[in-house]
């Protein structure tokens, strides 16, 4: 079964701090997408990245870096000098080729408070 | 900028009375989700349209939920009667098509069951 853990349930940083958020994931599939979705107080879910299972390159966009290891199933996330904006809770999630895709697990989510 | 919308934002409604949410997806989307958020976990899909045709609907209680779009533009999502444990965020999403190449979510309907 599909399942996705994110063992963070809360993580404080001072501005400016680097802070990493953890994601294991399972599937017994060999075809699948990881993503992750930044959910604000407003309550939308905001897309922030997708990396198809076939590629394990690192990803940067600003602040932001991705590291997918399939190895150990993981596929973490960083944020780099981070900012009061960044403060949100941030979930990975899975979906796979069985599904066609359609189906996406999402984690328990990560909340980041990042202080002044 | 294209947005999904949903109405209402916030719900208070006594258990046993019916209540519905709307959701106007971005313009085009032929793929509109139906999400289901509780306090302090991730969102666990309800029910997945295709146009007008559900997809998947394998996880909503169909015992009191239901869904529909008719038109396969905008949904409804509706709950009678309404029970306490129904209290979450329902979060309607949309995509191009099939296959979740990029989901964009709308701000969701806090639903509080008293």
């Known amino acids: 079964a599909q399942k996705v853990t994110q063992a963070q349930t809360e993580i404080s940083v001072v501005e400016k701090e680097d802070v990493t958020l953890d994601c294991v994931y399972e599937t017994r599939d060999t075809t699948y997408y990881l993503f992750w979705y930044k959910q604000p107080p407003s309550g939308e879910l905001v897309f922030l990245i997708r990396r198809n299972s076939f590629d394990e390159q690192n990803e940067i966009s600003g602040r932001y870096s991705w590291n997918f290891q399939k190895s150990t199933s993981s596929f973490n996330f960083t944020i780099t000098a981070s900012q009061v904006v960044d403060s949100a809770v941030y979930f990975c999630?899975?979906?796979?080729?069985?599904?066609?895709?359609?189906?996406?697990?999402f984690g328990p989510g990560t909340s980041l408070s990042v202080i002044p | 900028e294209a947005e999904v919308a949903q109405s209402p934002r916030y719900k208070i409604t006594e258990k046993s009375q019916a209540v519905a949410f709307w959701c106007d997806p971005i313009s085009g989307h032929a793929t509109l989700y139906w999400y289901r958020q509780i306090l302090g976990q991730g969102p666990e899909l309800l029910v997945q349209f295709q146009d007008e045709s559900v997809v998947d609907d394998s996880q909503l209680p169909k015992d009191r939920f239901s869904a529909e779009r008719l038109k396969g533009v905008d949904s409804t999502l509706k709950i009678q009667p309404a029970e306490l444990g129904d209290s979450a965020m329902y979060l309607c999403a949309s995509s191009e098509h099939r296959g979740n190449t990029e989901a964009f979510f709308g701000q969701g309907t806090r639903l509080t069951v008293v």
């Open positions: 999630a899975l979906s796979e080729a069985e599904t066609s895709y359609d189906k996406v697990i």
